[in-house]
């Protein structure tokens, strides 16, 4: 399972004074840099991986005039290994997230481990409003609103994925061919969905590091930031306790007279900061990302390490968070530290702002950080803002019954393997024991 050490564009809502300013914190599986990226691309472009684009409906749910507009999905398909439709061999459906295929294909490694001796189709679904797969003509248009984005949401996306997997059985005249589906994070929650909702469709769903227990009805004991703490403590003491400190150091440094300039100044900002919170959310975004996504070449070991040898004579606390960010970004002249949103994320954030409301804030245990509980009150207040239209933070629990989770696990729903690496901070949201039942 290593292998699909995935876990996606993640938001973190950070609530009360700084929901104001950052609403919505993406940790973005970007390469850090470019020659990584290119490195990736290459990778992903395997022989015999088609792309393909589907005439998708918008609306799946009504018989309005309006639902019967389509817009063009893209999926990706590799036979290579596939032993064919006489042999019933599998199909793995790999569920797109919120990135685009592309992104997809140059990080996602489980399908492509496992199809060859598994003899498997392999098959990678776009999610509705990322990527190319666009409706109303374009991202400007399908990002432009309510009205537009209303049709970004899981039940559409598993309905997109229900028709596609159709076709591509019947493309493939594949009828006994098992299908299972396979997602991370977000995705994962839509393989566990797609199973229960589309069972006479997917044999299996393999749910990676899917916090899909992390909702307003099913409130894990601990949050996200539980287990960055607890990973960094765990990783260095004496870096914990720097980052600790170094919230409170940076308040005092801020009230001197011109404070926000002398940070500025100390960490390089590219442009003069207007308030602590926008500090505070970058040196946040870094730790939470390193805990996220701790992969062997960015590990919380060195990024640590980094922190405590940046230690020197004047005992300069925010020095030594300062080579933490010099590790983390490169040693550049400036960091910008207002990040443009992308498209992805503008879908995302609607998503976020409507369905998948994950209630992550800064609990007391959470000891790593100045403490910030996630209010409800005042994320619904933000989205009504900004879209006209509030969340519906119940609505997911409603709709797929997750509640208490064992028991309708074994009532209706089966051949689910949820999968999560326990230093994992989305594994506060996952269901750790393993159900299956083959
Ligand atoms: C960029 O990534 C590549 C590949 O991982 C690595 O070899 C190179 O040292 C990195 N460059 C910088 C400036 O970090
Ligand atoms: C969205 O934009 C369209 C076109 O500009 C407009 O007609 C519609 O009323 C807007 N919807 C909302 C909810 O603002
Ligand atoms: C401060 O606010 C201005 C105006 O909104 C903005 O352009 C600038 O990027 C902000 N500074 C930082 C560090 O984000
Ligand atoms: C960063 O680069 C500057 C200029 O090249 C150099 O003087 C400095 O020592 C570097 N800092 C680190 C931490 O490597």
Same mark, same amino acid.
């Given at each position: 399972?290593?292998?699909?050490?995935?876990?996606?564009?993640?938001?973190?809502?950070?609530?009360?004074?700084?929901?104001?300013?950052?609403?919505?914190?993406?940790?973005?599986?970007?390469?850090?840099?470019?020659?990584?990226?290119?490195?990736?691309?290459?990778?992903?472009?395997?022989?015999?991986?088609?792309?393909?684009?589907?005439?998708?409906?918008?609306?799946?749910?009504?018989?309005?005039?309006?639902? %019967?507009?389509?817009?063009?999905?893209?999926?990706?398909?590799?036979?290579?290994?596939?032993?064919?439709?006489?042999?019933?061999?599998?199909?793995?459906?790999?569920?797109?997230?919120?990135?685009?295929?592309?992104?997809?294909?140059?990080?996602?490694?489980?399908?492509?481990?496992?199809?060859?001796?598994?003899?498997?189709?392999?098959?990678?679904?776009?999610?509705?409003?990322?990527?190319?797969?666009?409706?109303?003509?374009?991202?400007?248009?399908?990002?432009?609103?309510?009205?537009?984005?209303? %049709?970004?949401?899981?039940?559409?996306?598993?309905?997109?994925?229900?028709?596609?997997?159709?076709?591509?059985?019947?493309?493939?005249?594949?009828?006994?061919?098992?299908?299972?589906?396979?997602?991370?994070?977000?995705?994962?929650?839509?393989?566990?969905?797609?199973?229960?909702?589309?069972?006479?469709?997917?044999?299996?769903?393999?749910?990676?590091?899917?916090?899909?227990? %992390?909702?307003?009805?099913?409130?894990?004991?601990?949050? %996200?930031?539980?287990?960055?703490?607890?990973?960094?403590?765990?990783?260095?003491?004496?870096?914990?306790?720097?980052?600790?400190?170094?919230?409170?150091?940076?308040?005092?440094?801020?009230?001197?007279?011109?404070?926000?300039?002398?940070?500025?100044?100390?960490?390089?900002?590219?442009?003069?900061?207007?308030?602590?919170?926008?500090?505070?959310?970058?040196?946040?975004?870094?730790?939470?990302?390193?805990? #996220?996504?701790?992969?062997?070449?960015?590990?919380?070991?060195?990024?640590?390490?980094?922190?405590?040898?940046?230690?020197?004579?004047?005992?300069?606390?925010?020095? #030594?968070?300062?080579?933490?960010?010099?590790?983390?970004?490169?040693?550049?002249?400036?960091?910008?530290?207002?990040?443009?949103?992308?498209?992805?994320?503008?879908?995302?954030?609607?998503?976020?702002?409507?369905?998948?409301?994950?209630?992550?804030?800064?609990?007391?245990?959470?000891?790593?950080?100045?403490?910030?509980?996630?209010?409800?009150?005042?994320?619904?207040?933000?989205?009504?803002?900004?879209?006209?239209?509030?969340?519906?933070?119940?609505?997911?629990?409603?709709?797929?019954?997750?509640?208490?989770?064992?028991?309708?696990?074994?009532?209706?729903?089966?051949?689910?393997?949820?999968?999560?690496?326990?230093?994992?901070?989305?594994?506060?949201?996952?269901?750790?024991?393993?159900?299956?039942?083959?």
């Amino acid at each position: 399972m290593s292998s699909i050490f995935l876990f996606m564009l993640i938001s973190s809502t950070i609530s009360i004074a700084r929901s104001e300013v950052t609403p919505l914190r993406i940790f973005a599986k970007i390469p850090r840099n470019a020659s990584e990226e290119r490195q990736q691309v290459d990778d992903s472009t395997d022989s015999d991986l088609k792309i393909f684009y589907y005439d998708q409906n918008l609306d799946h749910f009504t018989f309005t005039p309006k639902s %019967y507009m389509t817009f063009q999905q893209r999926y990706a398909i590799q036979s290579k290994h596939w032993a064919g439709a006489n042999d019933n061999a599998p199909i793995l459906a790999y569920l797109g997230e919120e990135s685009s295929l592309e992104t997809d294909l140059s990080v996602i490694g489980f399908l492509r481990d496992n199809g060859p001796r598994l003899k498997a189709l392999l098959v990678y679904i776009e999610h509705r409003y990322y990527g190319t797969s666009m409706p109303f003509g374009s991202g400007k248009e399908a990002l432009k609103n309510a009205s537009t984005l209303g %049709y970004l949401n899981s039940a559409q996306a598993l309905a997109d994925y229900a028709a596609i997997l159709l076709h591509v059985k019947e493309k493939y005249s594949a009828d006994h061919s098992p299908i299972i589906v396979i997602g991370g994070s977000y995705g994962g929650m839509l393989a566990a969905w797609f199973r229960l909702k589309y069972p006479h469709i997917a044999l299996g769903a393999l749910a990676s590091s899917a916090p899909l227990l %992390y909702f307003q009805d099913t409130l894990p004991i601990h949050g %996200y930031y539980y287990i960055v703490t607890k990973v960094f403590k765990e990783t260095s003491e004496s870096c914990y306790n720097t980052i600790r400190k170094s919230w409170e150091e940076i308040d005092r440094v801020a009230f001197k007279p011109n404070g926000l300039l002398i940070l500025t100044k100390k960490f390089r900002i590219c442009n003069t900061l207007n308030n602590t919170i926008e500090l505070k959310n970058f040196l946040d975004t870094i730790y939470a990302s390193a805990a #996220q996504y701790n992969s062997n070449q960015y590990p919380v070991a060195s990024l640590c390490e980094a922190i405590n040898n940046g230690v020197n004579s004047e005992n300069d606390l925010l020095g #030594q968070i300062f080579a933490g960010v010099v590790y983390d970004r490169g040693n550049r002249s400036c960091y910008p530290i207002s990040v443009q949103p992308t498209e992805d994320s503008i879908a995302w954030k609607w998503q976020t702002c409507s369905e998948i409301v994950l209630p992550i804030g800064h609990d007391e245990q959470d000891t790593m950080f100045q403490t910030e509980p996630f209010r409800m009150d005042i994320k619904i207040d933000g989205c009504k803002l900004q879209y006209g239209v509030p969340p519906r933070p119940h609505w997911v629990t409603a709709y797929y019954g997750i509640q208490d989770v064992k028991l309708i696990l074994r009532r209706f729903g089966s051949n689910i393997i949820f999968s999560n690496g326990l230093l994992d901070p989305y594994s506060v949201g996952g269901e750790l024991f393993l159900f299956i039942n083959f």
